[in-house]
């Protein structure tokens, strides 16, 4: 089982910046992935960017350009980037990591606000 902590969170006013961090532990094996994924109210779960132990990496649509994924695989950390946010970047962002091609350990989650 993989423990994930992430930190970062809080509010911001529209266009400003905000880096979120998870750091993963307990693993026997490798992480093969990381990722960040957020949930509004009302919502379903979405995917905003993951990155593979070779550092590929994939964004939604909604933050191309404006967020970035990071990962430092010696301390098994992974980092978002965010610029640029708007309100509907609002949300519960949720760090997880997968083992082999699913992602099924999931940190707590941070709040991320956006308002003026």
């Known amino acids: 089982q993989v423990q994930l902590v992430e930190s970062g969170g809080g509010l911001v006013q529209p266009g400003g910046s905000l880096r979120l961090s998870c750091a993963a532990s307990?693993?026997?094996?490798?992480?093969?992935?990381m990722g960040w994924f957020r949930q509004a109210p009302g919502n379903e779960r979405e995917l905003v960017a993951t990155?593979?132990?070779?550092?590929?990496?994939n964004y939604a649509d909604s933050v191309k350009g404006r967020f970035t994924i990071s990962r430092d695989n010696a301390k098994n950390t992974v980092y978002l980037q965010m610029n640029s946010l708007k309100p509907e970047d609002t949300a519960v962002y949720y760090c997880?990591?997968?083992?082999?091609?699913?992602?099924?350990?999931w940190g707590q989650g941070t709040q991320v606000t956006v308002s003026s």
């Open positions: 990155i593979t132990l070779g550092g590929s990496t």
């Open positions: 997880a990591a997968a083992i082999a091609t699913m992602f099924t350990n």
């Open positions: 307990g693993s026997r094996f490798s992480i093969n992935a």
